[in-house]
């Protein structure tokens, strides 16, 4: 019988700009592999050779990966005292910033003010805007009691173009991120940005090897699916104390690997960034009909 035809396939790597050795595993995973797009993180130390390697890749789709924890803000330590320590690295517990920014007006408003200067810092690039999605899914977190941070995204994204977000509903079972997914679904609806139907990467964070990213392609799927990755160059010593356990460079290889390029052809998708399947502007409302149906 015949397999359902994908209407969009979407190959994303993550924290683009925080190490030279992501920065090298994007561009040879692009030139080499099925990638897509990446997300840059503007404030991240590899930031600005990212931007280099992207102008040198018009074909490689930029979106801007916000960063409100576990990394470094754009704005100095003294502009935004309650969010970053003196370093400029942000502290605190996701759980514990949420329940800050819904009742302190004034960390809120340091809030915003450091989503605004990433999305200034992005369109400084010269890079057009693919698509917006945060570090760790801040915008979208279950421990979250309020919709500050995506709202905020919403309304700054609008100034700068932005078109197009990651929901992160997990294409391999029940998450509990589901009911906030939904949520957040109709928001982006309200708002005309488009997203995709289905997510792959937060399940199988740090180990998308060749063996899972095959059995992604090989599931029946009409809607538009991200897979989500963190590819970079082989290393002994982690990236970040975070990602001490992440196989990189099993994700690297799951990229470039000839058996994922023909089974990602064998989907009859249109594979792309944002951009490429959205039509490189907001969602029509006969797209917006055909992705909540």
């Not at 397999?3 to 050795?21: N, P, Q």
């Not at 509903?169 to 998450?175: A, D, F, K, L, Q």
Request: aromatic share 6%.
């Amino acid at each position: 019988m015949k397999r359902d035809v994908m209407r969009g396939l979407i190959v994303t790597a993550d924290d683009f700009g925080l190490h030279e050795r992501v920065n090298d595993a994007v561009a040879l995973a692009h030139a080499e592999g099925v990638l897509n797009c990446a997300s840059l993180m503007v404030g991240a130390p590899a930031a600005n050779p990212a931007v280099r390697i992207a102008h040198r890749n018009p074909g490689l789709r930029v979106g801007l990966h916000l960063t409100l924890a576990n990394g470094f803000s754009i704005l100095p330590s003294s502009a935004i005292p309650d969010l970053v320590d003196t370093r400029g690295c942000f502290h605190g517990s996701m759980f514990g910033n949420g329940v800050r920014f819904f009742f302190l007006p004034s960390v809120r408003r340091q809030l915003a003010n450091e989503i605004l200067a990433q999305f200034e810092a992005f369109a400084a690039t010269g890079l057009e805007l693919d698509h917006v999605n945060t570090h760790k899914h801040f915008h979208l977190h279950p421990t979250h009691l309020h919709p500050t941070v995506l709202e905020l995204i919403i309304e700054i994204g609008s100034q700068f173009g932005m078109r197009a977000m990651r929901l992160p509903r997990e294409v391999t079972g029940p998450s509990p991120l589901a009911p906030w997914s939904a949520w957040m679904k109709s928001r982006l609806d309200r708002a005309g940005i488009a997203y995709n139907d289905w997510v792959a990467g937060i399940a199988a964070t740090g180990r998308l090897d060749e063996a899972a990213l095959l059995a992604l392609l090989a599931r029946p799927c009409d809607d538009v699916l991200e897979i989500y990755s963190h590819p970079a160059t082989h290393d002994d010593a982690p990236i970040t104390e975070s990602m001490r356990e992440y196989r990189h460079a099993d994700e690297l290889a799951a990229l470039c690997s000839p058996r994922v390029t023909q089974a990602l052809e064998a989907t009859g998708s249109v594979h792309g960034a944002f951009t490429d399947v959205f039509g490189g502007a907001n969602i029509t409302e006969r797209d917006a009909s055909r992705l909540t149906a």
